[in-house]
Nanobody, 125 residues
Framework: QVHLAESGGELVQAGGSLRLSCAASAGTFGNYAMAWFRQSPGKEREFVAAIKQNGGTTYHADSVKGRFTISRDRAKNTLILQMNNLKPEDTAVYYC??????????????????WGQGTQVTVSS
C-alpha cells in the first residue's frame, strides 16, 4: 500500500513562487512513477508533471514548462513541485499520484493507482 500526503499549498500573488511537497511511503520511488495533477473548479483533472521510476526522466505539461519543476528527494521519500512565476490560471487543487505506469501512460490519470488528498493553491491577480 502506498500512502501519499501533499502539503505546501497556499494563497500567493501572481508572479510568486510555491514549493509543493508530497510525502510518500518508504520504498515508493524505486517502484513507482510519480506525478502531479491539478483540478480547477468545473474542470477535469489535468496532468502537470511526472517523473519516471528511475528518476532520470521528467515530463511537464506545456502550460507549466519553464515555470514548474518536478523533482524528488529519495532520502526523504518526498516528491517536490517547484512552481515559479505563478499565474491566476494555476489556481487549483494539486494532487500527488503514484503508479506502476508505462511511458505512454505517464501523463494520464489512468496510469496512477494511488492518490493523495490534494493541496489547494490559489493565485491572486
Amino acid at each position: 500500500q502506498v500512502h501519499l500526503a501533499e502539503s505546501g499549498g497556499e494563497l500567493v500573488q501572481a508572479g510568486g513562487s510555491l514549493r509543493l511537497s508530497c510525502a510518500a511511503s518508504a520504498g515508493t520511488f524505486g517502484n513507482y512513477a510519480m506525478a502531479w495533477f491539478r483540478q480547477s473548479p468545473g474542470k477535469e483533472r489535468e496532468f502537470v508533471a511526472a517523473i519516471k521510476q528511475n528518476g532520470g526522466t521528467t515530463y511537464h505539461a506545456d502550460s507549466v514548462k519553464g515555470r514548474f519543476t518536478i523533482s524528488r528527494d529519495r532520502a526523504k521519500n518526498t516528491l517536490i513541485l517547484q512552481m515559479n512565476n505563478l499565474k491566476p490560471e494555476d489556481t487549483a487543487v494539486y494532487y500527488c499520484a503514484a503508479g506502476r505506469t508505462i511511458t505512454s501512460e505517464i501523463m494520464k490519470e489512468r496510469g496512477y493507482g494511488y492518490w493523495g488528498q490534494g493541496t489547494q493553491v490559489t493565485v491572486s491577480s
